[in-house]
């Protein structure tokens, strides 16, 4: 049986996420593990963009700020479930997996986007290449048609 000490759902605040999240929530509860919420933040020159979302013309500190107070709000509806958040700057393949490894998760339960084609050439697949080199299983869960966040 997979016994689960710690998981990490790397966020990017989009409906696939919220969707995902509940369901590392539910794993863990059942495994009584802890939950780390992870968001990063891609640093483009002196503007800061997340990942999934428009650019904003916030000076730094005042976008992490919001994005602090965005990944707070990130919270299990079961009080059991303790989840610690984690806000970093950097590549999201290479952040999530160096927390996942720092961290010592035994899993990763990541929302995918399910783009395909040239929509996932052009944009690259974040899921895919945390698949590819994670050092634990990674649960990519792609939200229903009718799920609205």
Not at 12 to 17: I, L, Q, R
Request: aromatic residues 4%.
């Amino acid at each position: 049986m997979l016994h689960l000490n710690a998981i990490l759902h790397p966020t990017d605040f989009s409906g696939h996420s919220k969707y995902a999240f509940r369901l590392a929530c539910s794993l863990a509860r059942d495994h009584d593990a802890r939950l780390i919420v992870l968001h990063v933040v891609t640093t483009l020159g002196a503007e800061l963009v997340p990942v999934g979302e428009a650019a904003t013309h916030l000076q730094p500190e005042g976008y992490r700020h919001i994005l602090w107070d965005d990944l707070k709000r990130v919270q299990s509806a079961d009080p059991t479930v303790s989840v610690d958040h984690r806000l970093v700057e950097g590549d999201p393949v290479a952040e999530i997996l160096r927390v996942a490894k720092e961290s010592a998760c035994d899993m990763i339960v990541l929302g995918t986007h399910g783009r395909t084609g040239l929509e996932r050439l052009l944009m690259g697949s974040v899921a895919e290449q945390v698949v590819r080199k994670a050092p634990c299983p990674v649960l990519t869960v792609k939200a229903p048609q009718s799920f609205s966040g």
